[in-house]
């Protein structure tokens, strides 16, 4: 690794702003750190050769050179629009990838927001760009020539006899069972031997993780004076404030979407402290205080968006959300893109009654959770029931009452309730531009293998719910 003493980086970049320039800087800070000789203008105050030949010389003497890519370095340099001054900055580049082997590896596009993939210039928008903080480590692997999965050594060919191996036949499987086995009887996964193979069944099997596409890019903290909620929200009743609610208040600031230093939020909290941060920098970084206190924030916004479109509700002590009942309706029905086709219709809320007449709601629900997998992000749906006496107060059997769903439930009506939440999560709304989130689809899978579902079924459980509640979802 001593090769990496003599390994040169330079940054090239637009100063946006000042948050633009504190990533470049921390970008180049933590390449040094790390061991690569890394160069930014934030380093030097006056170049004796003055500014443009102190930019040619590192771009052309340097090992690699990362391009910030944002729509303002974009214009300003390969835009052809772009003043004469910027113009000898774009022809260098280009200089340098025409004459270098196709394919050269110096020029490496960088972006800070993902939305800023778009500004990557077209020469360079075939190749691999890195999205820093999220893709430091893949990015730091490139530079130093260390991929996850090193080839191995070239060995010898092999020479094998002219002889086969005799293949031993399989015990026969017939749909998924051993002949010899009662397909009631539930004890025989005790009794398979190593050898079983789950029979041929083609099969789609559907992740519950919906991936998140867009969220916010940005968020706001400043230091605030107020030490409780009830008295923030006092303050905001006072100002008739019609802004986004969503906020945190930990650690003696204001943690927002809302830039913080416009009206109304200027007067809750100290405008001079305020400072924008990069949410991937929380978000894929190594402080998990941080990034606990982000997912608060995401957790409210999630909240909010559901609610405002859809009439979702959440349930704090349950920590569930839920489909709303309708005032003076028995029931919710919406429409859903489902297996069958689109515009199937499903029951969301619906009012049934106990053999003593006692009458409730069910209604469709899920459990969630944030998930950082990798460079992706994730909402976890866990399909569930929510069951209320008006819709409002939660029914005192409730967890009695989803014991018992539960065992009746089987795989079809599971798969059908992720793709109706798939759905509605993905359903274009009036007001998409206050949206905190954008969701991508369910992955979904095709095997050759599969299990016979009636064989995880020890017997058909008895019960006394009301048979509406029965086959919510039919195959």
Known sequence: MNKLNHLTVFIAYSHDDELHKKQALKLSNQ??????????????????????????????????????????????????????????????????????????????????????????????????????????????????????IKKPKLGSLKEFDDKQDKIEPKAAVSDGLPKNIDENDYQFFLELSSDFQPPDKKETVISNLLQIKNFPQTFYLADTNIRSLNHLWKELEKINSK??????????????????????????????????????????GENSDNRNKLFELFYLALKEQLYTNYRIKYDAYLDLYYFNSIPNKDERIIKYNSLKGKDTPVTVVNKLKEKDGQKYLRHHAFETKFIKYIDKFFLEINPTYYFSIDGKKTDKFHEDKLKKIKEIDKHVAVRNQLLLWEDVLNRTVIKKEKDFFSFGNLNRYKTNKGIVDKIWRKTKPKSNIPSEQIDIFSP
Request: proline residues 5%.
């Open 31 to 148: 390449l040094r750190t790390d061991g690569i000789n890394c160069t930014i203008d934030q380093y030097v105050t006056d170049p004796i050769e003055g500014w443009p030949r102190w930019m040619i010389n590192n771009i052309r003497n340097s090992d690699h050179v990362l391009l910030i890519c944002t729509k303002k370095y974009y214009k300003k340099v390969f835009d052809d629009n772009a003043g004469k001054g910027a113009k000898w900055e774009s022809q260098l580049i280009y200089g340098e990838l025409y004459q270098k082997i196709e394919g050269t590896k110096k020029f490496k596009p960088i972006i800070f927001r993902d939305e800023d993939s778009q500004w990557i210039p077209e020469i360079l928008d075939q190749k691999t760009h890195y999205q820093f903080p999220r893709d430091y480590e893949k990015l730091y692997r490139e530079l130093t020539d260390q991929p996850i």
């Open 243 to 284: 802004s986004s609610q969503v906020f945190l208040l930990k650690d003696k600031k204001i943690y927002s979407f809302n830039d913080l230093r416009d009206t109304p939020w200027d007067k809750l909290c100290d405008p001079g402290t305020c400072d924008r941060i990069y949410t991937n920098n929380w978000l894929f």
